[in-house]
């Protein structure tokens, strides 16, 4: 079953019913139902009302929630600012690789779920991308069918709350990064650390500070926005219906 996390804007999905999931981490939100007649998960990563801001997600309780719900993998939908300016706002992404170099969450603290000394299962994470190759090759089909155009390339992960500075994007871009959000590195470091597969399915609203001459529009933002949020929709259907399974590609190694 793939349980599919979902960001600005789509914080509600039809016929589903709103669970709450109590791990060792903190209390997951998640709505439960069925899609095309098969089991699926939509965890709304801000909340009712975007209760939440990036910093304050509870990513570790989330993603635990989301295992223990009976997720076998994970789709992310972020709307993202676009650093390649060779793409176009009002375009999705699948992403293909990760810019998450200081991997902290929000409070500061690692982004992890190995946190005590000696736990049981406690290890290293070794990814050879923490985004799956099969999982990912869905989403790229079904992005084709429902927009035309799909890119593909590396996600950059910036904390937020605030945007980023011009500097800060230029370097973001040298380092090869295509895209970026403020949400789906944690979520990808711990997807993958509870074998978890993981794809991130992006669509660009806007060009990140200094990418493009002219900054993107308020309405033309919040057009895609709203396109957005019917392309999310219609993803999260078509890949519930097709009930695939997808086995976990990295490896973490263990000391107990």
């Given at each position: ?5 979902t ?50 997600i509870p ?73 799956h ?99 999310f ?24």
């Amino acid at each position: 079953m793939i349980g599919f996390i979902t960001g600005s804007g789509l914080y509600d999905f039809p016929d589903l019913t709103s669970v709450e999931v109590n791990t060792r981490y903190g209390k997951a939100q998640i709505l439960k139902g069925e899609v095309g007649g098969n089991p699926v998960l939509v965890l709304p990563r801000h909340g009712t009302g975007h209760h939440y801001l990036p910093h304050q997600i509870p990513h570790r309780a989330n993603i635990a929630g989301l295992k223990e719900a009976g997720a076998t993998s994970i789709v992310s939908c972020s709307v993202c600012g676009i650093l390649n300016p060779a793409w176009s706002p009002g375009t999705p992404f699948v992403a293909n690789d990760l810019l998450f170099s200081d991997n902290r969450l929000g409070d500061g603290s690692v982004c992890t779920f190995f946190t005590e000394p000696g736990e049981k299962g406690r290890g290293h994470l070794l990814a050879s991308s923490f985004f799956h190759e099969g999982l990912s090759d869905e989403i790229k089909t079904e992005f084709a069918k429902l927009s035309g155009q799909v890119e593909e390339g590396c996600y950059a992960h910036a904390p937020g709350p605030r945007f980023n500075s011009v500097a800060e994007v230029r370097t973001m871009r040298q380092a090869g990064a295509d895209f970026l959000s403020q949400t789906c590195g944690p979520e990808a470091v711990l997807a993958n650390e509870l074998e978890l597969p993981y794809a991130l399915a992006g669509f660009g609203i806007d060009y990140a500070n200094g990418v493009a001459v002219e900054p993107t529009s308020v309405e033309e933002l919040q057009s895609n926005l709203e396109r957005s949020q019917k392309v999310f929709t219609s993803l999260i259907r078509a890949l519930a219906s097709s009930n695939s399974d997808h086995t976990f590609s990295n490896f973490i190694y263990r000391f107990e």
